[in-house]
């Protein structure tokens, strides 16, 4: 069986075999958050896959670089800022520290570096100033300063997305100074009262694309190994972040893009913009970063993931399964009559990882182990092991401890389904959740109780 890494590529469209440019070593970017309001679920869904990715890309021995920057700077911010009467540098500076705790509670390894964009005003200046100077950038009427597509002859060719319809769907009061409709703003000169830096095109600030170009140049050279971020930043923020980088220097900006999926309520996409999110710290209020964690880990990072109540609950109880086992196992290596049947889950559980880093289904093999675990009161270690690869069991509880008046309530409950009372039945449910934080999960062995954790 092949050990190489293979991971989907959202510019071939396919998987590759991983390949890193200098032997032993990788260069990771991903496209990180803009800092004007706290995370969201979806933020949160993204930075665990690329953690777990990250993670086992460390475990196969690779020296990761792994640079996530932070947007201090566009309308957003200033907006914000001026709504709270405050200066934008404070409000991202109160993001950025509620961004770090957030991720701190999911157990997301901390970045190798996390650069400012307004710490790369310099380095952005020079890139556009040599994008103008080769003909791939110029200065419109007002003053700004824009890329031109058509200098990038492959442009569209990340997104898959038809030049042609992109044109035709521009609304009519397109800027009329702009060579081509889909030409986008490099440098823009600020308004009155807006925050601004010097330029050869007077006091202004940078357009978002050119950000993350000038961070990477700086940070890790010409060419990466992998670009990441969710979907909805391939278009058009990599397609032009690609096309800009590549005029700049000549060369491939990433060998291997990668993006995750959203994070959907009811089949429609989690934003801010359509205002149905939760935001991580909403979640954590009520749920562990662990089952917060695992619940984003159910899906495979590059499908949608719908969000439920329902779904973290089902998360918690499976988790804590998990976590009985751990806290009952005291033999932590497998003895030598299951030991095959242990390295042959092990194996699977990474041959998986190893196929475009499908964590989800390497939970399921560790849900294997898990059995395998309980039946040979042995191999607790291995189990712990792997779930930790994945970034798990930082957070266990010992065994649910249940009080004489909340198992008085369990077997009220019991009786009362039996007696087809289903209203009581739940409840009962409701009252040992909110008194107890206990849930209840109907199987066909039974009733499973576990505590919210």
Known sequence: MSKALRLYN?????????????????????????????????????????????????????????????????????????????????????????????????????????????????????????????????????????????????????SKKVLEDLVAGQRVDVDKSKKNPLDFVLWKRSKPGEPSWKSPWGEGRP????????????????????????????????ENERAQSECFTGK??????????????????????????????????????????FFLMKMHYRSQLNFSKEGLDEAAVALNRLHTTLCNSTIDAPTEDVLPQFDALTESFHASMRDDFNYTEALGFLFELNKLVNVSKSGAGRLRELGELLGLFFDINNHVDISPEAQALIDARVQAKADKDFDKADSLRAQLETDFALILKDTPEGVQVSKRL
Not at 22 to 51: N, P, W
Not at 55 to 68: A, E, H, N
Not at 217 to 235: N, P, Q, S, W
Not at 262 to 283: A, Q, Y
Request: charged letters at 25%.
């Open 207 to 238: 357009g978002w694309h050119i950000e993350c170009s000038a961070m990477v140049l700086k940070e890790l050279g010409e060419c990466i190994d992998i670009h990441a971020g969710g979907a909805d930043l391939i278009f058009p923020h990599h």
């Open 10 to 158: 959202t510019l071939s469209g396919k998987k590759e075999i991983l390949v890193p440019q200098v032997e032993g070593k990788i260069s990771f970017y991903v496209c990180g958050v803009t800092v004007y309001d706290y995370c969201h679920l979806g933020h949160a869904r993204a930075y665990v896959a690329f953690d777990c990715i990250r993670r086992y890309l460390d475990y196969s021995g690779l020296d990761v670089t792994f640079i996530q920057n932070f947007t201090d700077i566009d309308d957003k911010i200033i907006k914000r800022a001026a709504e709270k009467e405050m200066l934008f540098s404070d409000l991202t500076k109160l993001f950025i520290k509620a961004f770090h705790s957030d991720m701190d509670a999911l157990n997301i390894k901390r970045a190798s570096k996390y650069p400012h964009a307004t710490k790369y005003i310099g380095e952005m200046i020079k890139l556009i100033k040599g994008l103008l100077d080769n003909g791939s950038a110029y200065q419109t009427r007002h003053g700004d300063v824009c890329f031109s597509i058509d200098a990038c002859k492959d442009y569209g060719s990340l």
């Open 252 to 293: 491939t900006l990433a060998n291997y893009w990668v993006h995750n999926g959203f994070v959907t309520i009811k089949n429609t996409k989690m934003s801010k913009s359509l205002d149905n999110f939760f935001t991580i710290r909403d979640i954590l209020a009520e749920y562990s970063g662990e089952v917060v964690r």
